[in-house]
C-alpha cells in the first residue's frame, strides 16, 4: 500500500545515496539499477516491443476479470481504512488530546521525506482468532528519510493502549528481516506497553518470538545496518529494550519513558509512590542513566534530531538524477481485467508484462521452448530485470527453461521479478505413462527449485493469481525468501484450490465415509483461507497491492534494495555497545 506525506524536504538540500566502494561515486546515466552498465537508455529500447491489445475472444474473460477485481478492490478498499483507523476515534482523541502525543501517521509526516512511502502488510492483524489488531498495532514500511531508503517500525498506541500481539511480533520482525537481507538503516518509533500478557505463550518463549527483536538489533549493529529509535511514549518492560540496543536514541520530554516496570508495580512491590517521569522519564535517562543520547522537548523537535543523526551517516550528497524510461504502451488500469478471477479466466501474461514494463519491450528468452512459462528481460523505470511468469501449468519443459534462466540471472547479478499464477494441482496419474511423465515433470520442478533457492540475486515475487501446490515453490514463494512477495487482491494461496476438489475425496468416491455437508464445510474453510486477505491478515506476504500500482511498487523496491550496493561497510563485526 503507497501512502502520500505532506512533509516538504528543503529545496536545497539534495538527497543523500551512500558513498559507494573505495569512495567513487556511480557514473552518470539514466539507469542506476542493480546492473546498470551501459543503461536502458541505450540497449534497452532495441528490444521488441510485446503486442498488448486484447484479443476479441478473450474480451469475456477480460471483462469477467474487470467486474470481480472491481468487486475485491472495494473489499480491500473497506478492510485498508478500517486499519488506518488504529483504534479508532476515540482512542485517537484519548491519545492526541489527553496523552498530548501524535497520531502514527502523523510522526511519519514529519520523519520521512516528502515523497510516497511503501507500507508492509497494513492488513496484518485483521480478523484473527483473539479479535481485531489493525495493522498488527504497528506501521511499518519503506520510505526516505533526507534521501536515504530506511526501514520504519512505528508503535501505534491506539490500538489496545500499544500492548504488543503475537502477529505485531511477527510483523516487527519481518521488518527487521527487510533490513538484514537489503542492508536498509532502521528507525524504530517505540510507543508500547509491552506484551498482551494472555498470550504470553505465543510471545515469549520460542526462537521467533519476541526476544528475537533485540537478537535481530544486535546483529544488524554488527552488520554496520544503523538504527535510531525515538522514545514517544510508554516504553515498558521488552519494549524498553528496543530503544536501549538502538545506537542512537531520542526521548521526548514528559510523553516518553522508560522502565522495565512502571509506577504501578513499584507502588505494588515497594508501597513507594513515583511518578513516571522520575521513575523513567527524559531528563533521568539523559541526564543519570544514559539510556537516551539526545533529549528532545517535542515530537517535532525529536524527528528533526533523527534527520539529523541520519546526516552524520557519512553519505555523500548526489546531486538528482532524472532517470531517462519510457512508460509502457499500454494503460495499467487494464491489469484490473487481466487479473484472473479464476484459473480458467488466465490470459495470456505478455499481456500484462506489455503494462508493467519500459515501451512495453521485452527480450524474451526461448519464446518458443517450454512456452507454459515466460521469461525474459526487460526494464521497470530503468531498472534492468529478469522476468518469470506463469503463463500455464509449470511443465517439464517450463521447468528446465525456468531453471536455466534464473541460473543465468544469477551468473549476471541481475534482479528477478516472479509473477505467479501457479495452476491447481493436477490429478494423480492413473497409468504406467503418466507415472513416467510425472515423474519426469517433478524432477524438473525440484531443478528449478534449487536454482531459485541458490540464485544469489534480489527477488520480488508478485502473486498475479493462484498460489498452489509445489509449484508456488518454484515459482519463489514465500517459503524460499523472496525480498519482497505481494499479491493483488484477487490472489489465491493454499495447498489446493478449492474450486478445483480434483484432489479431494468426493461423496460418491467408495473410500469416502463422510457426508455431503462435511465436504461443504471444508470447502467453504478452505475458500475462506485461501484468500488474499485471509493471507496479508496473517503475513504470509508483504501486502496485498493494487494491479495498477505494481509498477510503482516494484520500482521503488528496486531502488531501495540498489542502494546496499553503495553503502560503506566498516570493517568492524561487532555491534555498538552502548554501556
Known amino acids: 500500500m503507497w501512502s502520500s506525506l505532506g512533509r516538504l524536504r528543503p529545496s536545497a538540500a539534495a538527497p543523500l545515496l551512500p558513498r559507494p566502494w573505495g569512495g567513487r561515486r556511480p557514473g552518470p546515466g539514466p539507469c542506476r539499477g542493480l546492473s546498470s552498465g551501459a543503461g536502458p537508455g541505450r540497449w534497452g529500447r532495441a528490444y521488441p516491443a510485446l503486442e498488448g491489445r486484447v484479443p476479441a ?3 469475456a474473460a477480460f471483462e469477467a476479470n474487470a467486474r470481480n477485481s472491481e468487486a475485491v478492490i472495494k473489499r480491500y478498499s473497506e478492510l485498508l481504512e478500517m486499519a488506518r483507523k488504529g483504534g479508532g476515534e476515540n ?5 492526541t488530546q489527553r496523552n498530548k502525543k501524535l497520531f502514527v501517521r502523523e510522526r511519519l509526516k514529519l520523519l520521512l521525506d516528502d515523497e510516497s512511502f511503501l507500507e508492509l502488510s497494513p492488513l496484518a492483524g485483521l480478523a484473527m482468532p483473539y479479535g481485531d489488531v489493525p495493522a498488527a498495532g504497528c506501521l511499518c514500511g519503506i520510505g526516505k528519510i533526507c534521501g536515504v531508503w530506511c526501514v520504519f517500525i512505528a508503535n501505534d498506541a491506539t490500538v489496545k493502549g500499544g500492548t504488543i500481539y503475537p502477529v505485531g511480533v511477527k510483523k516487527q520482525l519481518r521488518a527487521q528481516e527487510v533490513a538484514m537481507e537489503n542492508k536498509l538503516l532502521v528507525v524504530y518509533l517505540v510507543d508500547s506497553g509491552g506484551a498482551f500478557l494472555p498470550l504470553q505463550s505465543e510471545l515469549f518463549p520460542d526462537k521467533l518470538h519476541g526476544g528475537r527483536v533485540f537478537y535481530n538489533e544486535a546483529i544488524m549493529s554488527a552488520m554496520g545496518i544503523p538504527q535510531v529509535a525515538v522514545v514517544c511514549g510508554s516504553c515498558v518492560a521488552g519494549g524498553a529494550y528496543v530503544p536501549t540496543m538502538a ?7 514528559k510523553i516518553g519513558t522508560l522502565f522495565l516496570a512502571g509506577p504501578p508495580l513499584v507502588r505494588a512491590a515497594t508501597g513507594e509512590n513515583v511518578s ?12 543519570v542513566s544514559g539510556c537516551s543520547d539526545h533529549f528532545a522537548s517535542s515530537e517535532k523537535e525529536a524527528y528533526e534530531c533523527v534527520r539529523n543523526v541520519i546526516s552524520t551517516l557519512n553519505y555523500d550528497p548526489l546531486p538528482e538524477e532524472v532517470a531517462e524510461h519510457d512508460s509502457p504502451l499500454y494503460s495499467p488500469e487494464e491489469l484490473l481485467g487481466l487479473a484472473p478471477q479464476d484459473y480458467r ?4 501474461v505478455n499481456l500484462i508484462l506489455s503494462r508493467l514494463l519500459d515501451g512495453s519491450r521485452f527480450q524474451e528468452f526461448k519464446a518458443n521452448y517450454g512456452t507454459t512459462l515466460v521469461t525474459g528481460f526487460g526494464h521497470v523505470k530503468g531498472h534492468l530485470v529478469g522476468v518469470v511468469a506463469s503463463n500455464g501449468e509449470l511443465t517439464h519443459d517450463a521447468s ?12 549476471r547479478s541481475i534482479p528477478i521479478l516472479f509473477f505467479q499464477n501457479t495452476a491447481p494441482p493436477a490429478a494423480e496419474p492413473t497409468a504406467i505413462s503418466q507415472a513416467e511423465a510425472h515423474s519426469n515433470r517433478l524432477k524438473a520442478q525440484a531443478s528449478m527449485m534449487a536454482a531459485v533457492a541458490c540464485a544469489a540475486v534480489p527477488k520480488i515475487t508478485i502473486v498475479i493469481g493462484g498460489c498452489y501446490g509445489t509449484e508456488s515453490y518454484a515459482m519463489c514463494g514465500r ?4 525480498n519482497f512477495l505481494f499479491l493483488w487482491p484477487n490472489a489465491r494461496v493454499g495447498l489446493v484450490d478449492p474450486r478445483h476438489f480434483s484432489t479431494v475425496p468426493r461423496a460418491g468416491d467408495s473410500d469416502w465415509t463422510g457426508d455431503e455437508s462435511e465436504l461443504k464445510r471444508l470447502r467453504d474453510k478452505l475458500e475462506e483461507e485461501s484468500s488474499a486477505f485471509y493471507s496479508s491478515a496473517r503475513l504470509w506476504d508483504d501486502g496485498v497491492i493494487l494491479p495498477q500500482n505494481t509498477r510503482k511498487v516494484i520500482a521503488q523496491c528496486l531502488e531501495a534494495m540498489e542502494q546496499q550496493k553503495h553503502r560503506v561497510v566498516s570493517p568492524s563485526r561487532y555491534p555498538v555497545l552502548r554501556m
Open 345 to 348: 479466466c488466465t490470459l495470456p
Open 57 to 59: 475472444v478473450l474480451r
Open 247 to 253: 545506537e542512537e536514541a531520542v526521548i521526548v520530554d
Open 400 to 411: 528446465l527453461k525456468g531453471s536455466h534462466f534464473v541460473q543465468l540471472c544469477s551468473q
Open 479 to 482: 517459503s524460499f525468501s523472496p
Open 276 to 287: 513516571p517521569e522520575d521513575l523513567g522519564g527524559a531528563k533521568l535517562h539523559t541526564e
Open 91 to 95: 482512542a485517537i482523541l484519548r491519545h
